[in-house]
T-cell receptor, first 112, second 113 residues
């Protein structure tokens, strides 16, 4: 079965650079969630989209932005990267509010 | 979102049942109990969820108390591959921000040979 695809899997950036993370949800899933997981921490909710509209916002820095496109894939744009942005970034998708969300394998971002 | 409380760690012998408790005493009537697990730095994996009734699937069973203030995830025959952090999450069912999954401090289950 198709899963949530995230790209790239690994990314190394320097401080103050920008990064774009991509998420391709499972086909027919219209809701996407983004999470950030720092070293030794639990996943923290960043932002979500439903039918291409932002549906909820968590602890996402102002330096980050995200959107969901017409084909339902989503991109997380991160600017002015800081060392503290080094983390695993997970994307999840679901097709109905009362069904489970499926997570991708994540993008490991390292800021040096 | 209702808060959950889980023990930070548990051990289980391979082949035995693993019973992971979760307290969610402030849960409201339309909130679901979800269980996910995360195997070292992989994406969280859905296990099971329920509202009021006990649930069972190919992975696990979920026992929810009658007052819904606590639940237990049961892995009937734990294997070494079940070693992971297990998250109990209470999620709303009435729309908007209630639909997101809020991860708290889970339980690190270690299955020993």
């Amino acid at each position: 079965a198709a899963g949530v695809i995230q790209s790239p899997r690994h990314l190394i950036k320097e401080k103050r650079e920008t990064a774009t993370l991509k998420c391709y949800p499972i086909p027919r899933h219209d809701t996407v969630y983004w999470y950030q997981q720092g070293p030794g921490q639990d996943p923290q909710f960043l932002i979500s989209f439903y039918e291409k509209m932002q549906s909820d916002k968590g602890s996402i820095p102002d330096r980050f932005s995200a959107q969901q496109f017409s084909d339902y894939h989503s991109e997380l744009n991160m600017s002015s990267l800081e060392l503290g942005d080094s983390a695993l970034y997970f994307c999840a998708s679901r097709w109905d509010f009362n069904t489970e969300a499926f997570f991708g394998q994540g993008t490991r971002l390292t800021v040096v | 979102d209702a808060k959950t409380t889980q023990p930070p760690s548990m051990d289980c012998a391979e082949g035995r049942a693993a019973n992971l408790p979760c307290n969610h005493s402030t849960i409201s009537g339309n909130e679901y109990v979800y269980w996910y697990r995360q195997i070292h730095s992989q994406g969280p994996q859905y296990i099971i969820h329920g509202l009021k009734n006990n649930e069972t699937n190919e992975m696990a069973s979920l026992i929810i108390t009658e007052d819904r203030k606590s639940s237990t995830l049961i892995l009937p025959h734990a294997t070494l591959r079940d070693t992971a952090v297990y998250y109990c999450i209470v999620r709303g069912g009435s729309g908007g921000s209630n639909y997101k999954l809020t991860f708290g401090k889970g339980t690190l289950l270690t299955v020993n040979p």
